[in-house]
């Protein structure tokens, strides 16, 4: 079993920059971030693999989101800029065992509020 712990999130203004982290336990295939605005579905965000390091986004998202990988560290980051109001929400790291789309570990969530 693998534990995820996130941090980084909090209120920043339209146009500013957050950057969220995930600890892991553990080593897992593949590491990502999804997110849920409130009365919505969660979202697939952002994903990097631990080997190769390959990375996939959103459209949403890119082009302004980031993810990176500190191998030593088992931890995770998404780089966030130039935010909208419309990613507010709670992101949640996740992490995989076997590929790059399936989540077997998540995060506890970490709020991320974007004011106009």
């Known amino acids: 079993q693998v534990q995820l712990v996130e941090s980084g999130g909090g209120l920043v203004q339209s146009g500013g920059s957050l950057r969220l982290s995930c600890a892991a336990s553990g080593r897992t295939f593949v590491m990502g971030w999804f997110r849920q605005a409130p009365g919505k579905e969660r979202e697939f965000v952002a994903r990097?693999?631990?080997?190769?390091?390959?990375?996939h986004y959103a459209d949403s998202v890119k082009g302004r989101f980031t993810i990176s990988r500190d191998n030593a560290k088992n931890t995770v980051y998404l780089q966030m800029n130039s935010l909208k109001p419309e990613d507010t929400a709670v992101y949640y790291c996740?992490?995989?065992?076997?590929?790059?789309?399936?989540?077997?570990?998540w995060g506890q969530g970490t709020q991320v509020t974007v004011s106009s």
């Open positions: 990097i693999t631990w080997s190769g390091g390959s990375t």
């Open positions: 996740a992490a995989g065992d076997h590929s790059p789309t399936s989540w077997n570990y």
